[in-house]
């Protein structure tokens, strides 16, 4: 069983702090790790995603890969309140023969910002 | 641009009633998917398909049955709906098996 773990918070963060995001993942084959946020009552949205380890930004966000010890993150820099939601850590579902069949979510991490 | 559109967003169903989930994509996506959602659990896959005329279980497909006779298309088919089938579902689709799963608003289903 492919298994992606979240911390499920909620993590409270100050506003304008770095707010860190963990997500552990057990199928060394992984090659794609993806970042979603879900607003309370909405559907999940990309945010990040990253193939290579090492760091990869895209403005406040920045996502970190690490194979060896099948860890993914996500560091939001000065944290806005309008950053406040739940995380979702997401990695491709491959069968035996090499197939997709969607993608492995964690639980998701709830992120509150606080003014 | 309207990407994924599920209909409806909400239903309230009775105990062994069946009801179809629809969802359409105007991306040209091969990958489809239909996800749950229940609270404070992350999504499960149900079913998925790979193109028009295949499709395949996910996760936990029991009590679920999907079809796809276009690329656009892919409903979802409850038949003698339970009350463990109240959850937030959620239909998806990708053009490939790396990339970003774009997801439609969701529908919340309610089985009394």
């Known amino acids: 069983q492919k298994e992606v773990e979240q911390n499920s918070g909620p993590l409270s963060v100050p506003e304008g702090a770095i707010a860190s995001l963990n997500c552990t993942y057990s199928d060394r084959g992984s090659q794609s790790f993806f970042w979603y946020r879900q607003y309370s009552g909405k559907s999940p949205e990309l945010i990040m995603f990253i193939y290579s380890n090492g760091d990869k930004e895209d403005g406040r966000f920045t996502a970190q890969l690490n194979k060896a010890s099948q860890y993914v993150s996500l560091l939001i820099r000065d944290s806005q309140p309008s950053d406040s939601a739940t995380y979702l850590c997401a990695v491709p579902r491959i069968d035996s023969g090499g197939g997709a069949d969607g993608l492995t979510f964690g639980k998701g991490t709830h992120l509150i910002i606080q003014p | 641009n309207a990407g994924v559109t599920q209909t409806p967003k909400f239903r309230i169903l009775k105990i062994g009633q069946s009801m179809t989930l629809q969802c359409t994509q105007d991306m040209n996506h091969n990958y489809m998917y239909w996800y749950r959602q229940d609270p404070g659990m992350g999504l499960k896959l149900i079913y998925y398909?790979?193109?028009?005329?295949?499709?395949d279980k996910g996760e936990v497909p029991n009590g679920y049955n999907v079809s796809r006779s276009t690329t656009e298309d892919f409903p979802l088919r409850l038949e003698l709906a339970a009350p463990s089938q109240t959850s937030v579902y959620f239909c998806?689709?990708?053009?490939?098996?790396?990339?970003?799963?774009?997801f439609g608003q969701g529908t919340r289903l309610t089985v009394v």
């Open positions: 998806a689709s990708s053009y490939g098996l790396n990339t970003e799963a774009f």
């Open positions: 398909s790979v193109g028009a005329g295949i499709t």
